[in-house]
């Protein structure tokens, strides 16, 4: 059995540029968390995009569920910024049928040290392979189903609607 | 939805004695790992015992089931040393029923910051709040039926048995 | 023999908001350095101000100038953003006389992990108790008189003017 | 100008073996360690040896010192462990003339993360770079002479005889 990981960038792998400090995406740092982790599962990675998920549009989430629909796995973790993660998982929630989705990001990018990425990934990988199919949200232990989450603009925490 | 952490120790909270340079155990690191996953979870921490697992006899699995059976919750989560693991379990899946048990750990201690402990416990939070009733070892994404799991002493990394 | 160090902020102290993904500055972070590199000097420290180089102006520099000038110890090591270094170098050779002072920064802020600021704390503070009077930047190993260096904009790093 | 670094091992370089818990040496991570701390120096390094500073013997040193006196470099850093570093300084002192020699170690593994290794190496680098030819240690922000220092084993810090 094998999971498909879907990279679209996010904090997750935000990076520092020394030269002008501001924040960049170059690499995704996905192999290096499955190794730290050393995660033994049989994943297949791919990177769709990196971009930061306020930038995500129309184009980029269709680009998304096309290939989620065309992926031979039905397990499939996607990588994406907090922001709008779930504006996207409203629209795969719409097109993509009969495979088990789950979106995961991180507050504080990977390579800053302090980052909530692992622990997140960690739970994405067992929310994905134990969970019947759907759309959904794996953040900080908890899981949201694709019609029932927000992110909270003020303490930037993922919550349920009701 | 309240979760039970029993933590006995284990490499995941081993920590390096700079006056004689071993290793030893002092605090427990598991409520600033859950900080570092900003854990939104409602967890109920309670620490058994800080040992090796190799040192784990027949009254620290008593006391293990017996907390097992007296606690509330029935999900559990148990950080353990990995070179036991398998045979606790064993001892849990005998006495205690109708309980989600998942037993979790680390092959590098978590302050020696390229710990998987992180990793992992995110997975076993994930696995105890979606898996049936039933006894088992979450490690390295993987997730293992207590009856069907042995570390592999060779390579470090827990395999199916059949 | 006492030590003054004089914290102006700077890439060393800069600090990731999980908010806005911008950074910020909030606390200083050089107790916690002088903690992680056991530093047994006895070390004065104070907070001048907590802000980007780049916004240094002439009244943040007459400041340090006066706040170097009224300091009791004659050794000083000055924590500054790297883009505007050898600027306030220059001023502070014009202004305070016997007196040694290093300027020293980082490229990465020290809570992303990979900083070089510990690295550059540890050598501004040997730099300070061995060189005679005068001002220096001491950056990534190196040692360099006031009237002798910039810093590359292209490569990030210090050098040589000849 | 150039400057020589010796490594012999030591805190400095332990990793921990997650096969059987123990900790020992493989590679170096000076270089690493340079690379962290963005070193511009000129720099040669060279292993002598990976060793806890325990085991060291008469032969060990003589290497140390035939090496030393080798070196075309008069500027040498020796990494090496905190046990028996001011023996190995002493046996320098009769025994290399005409160079300025700085041992420097760390009380924490560089690996362990919170390691106060790159805070003495960047002082290590500063100090043999100003001080006058003479056998030196470099720990913690201070540097002491060959004849007047001792590791309090209590407290594990490097003291002043008198």
């Known amino acids: 059995m094998s999971i498909r990981i879907f990279i679209t960038g996010g904090t997750f792998d935000k990076e520092y540029n020394e030269l002008?400090?501001?924040l960049f995406f170059q690499d995704t740092h996905l192999p290096e968390m499955l190794k730290l982790g050393r995660c033994n599962l049989d994943v297949e990675l791919r990177t769709l995009m990196m971009i930061d998920s306020l930038e995500m549009g129309v184009d980029e989430r269709e680009l998304i569920v096309f290939q989620c629909n065309k992926s031979d796995e039905?397990?499939?973790v996607i990588t994406h910024?907090?922001?709008t993660m779930s504006e996207t998982a409203k629209v795969l929630a719409e097109?993509?049928?009969d495979k088990t989705i789950v979106l995961?990001?991180?507050?504080?990018?990977?390579k800053f040290g302090s980052s909530d990425g692992l622990f997140n990934l960690g739970s994405a990988l067992?929310?994905?392979q134990t969970l019947p199919?759907?759309?959904?949200?794996?953040?900080n232990g908890k899981i949201f189903n694709w019609d029932n989450v927000r992110k909270n603009k003020q303490?930037?925490?993922f919550e349920e609607l009701h």
């Open 74 to 76: 039905d397990k499939i």
């Open 126 to 128: 067992a929310f994905v």
């Open 104 to 110: 995961t990001g991180a507050m504080i990018p990977y």
């Open 133 to 139: 199919h759907g759309i959904y949200i794996a953040m």
């Open 81 to 83: 910024g907090t922001d």
């Open 20 to 22: 002008d400090g501001s």
């Open 155 to 157: 303490t930037g925490q």
């Open 95 to 97: 097109k993509v049928k």
